[in-house]
């Protein structure tokens, strides 16, 4: 049994897989009484069987009021079970609040805009009809409506 618990939280697994250039950010605050203590971040790669040296702290917060953790650079990570953990760096006193936790990222592949559909709606059909111009090499399209 551990004799000084930290408090942690593990997200679920985050496929990363098509992007580069990966950035970790949030807000923090602190809670309850005593030092004020930032955030300790790790990743891992397998599901969280092992986790990387490559660590990050936030800043520190200084009262309930939230403050931008700064920017965990994570680079080019290639996995499609990416798990973040994030720790109270503290040995002791206040507690950490975390708020809009944010992973950013630059997709490795390219999206083809189709510019501007149009619509055909006849009266008194319950058909509409979709078209726009075909994408040079596309093998398939995604539509969101």
Known sequence: METNPKDVIISSAIDVSSYT??????KLATYGSG???PAFVEYSLDNGSTWSTTTFTSATPSSS??????????GTLNTSTLKIR?????ATGRGV?????LLTGTPTSSCTSLGTPSVTVTPGNT???????????????TLIW
């Open 21 to 26: 250039n990966l950035v970790l950010s949030f």
């Open 35 to 37: 030092n004020n203590n």
């Open 65 to 74: 009021s939230y403050v931008e953790s700064g920017n965990f650079n994570m």
């Open 86 to 90: 994030f720790t109270n760096a503290g």
């Open 97 to 101: 609040r975390l708020d809009n936790i």
């Open 127 to 141: 058909e509409a009809t979709l078209s726009w111009d075909a994408v040079a090499n596309a093998s398939s399209y």
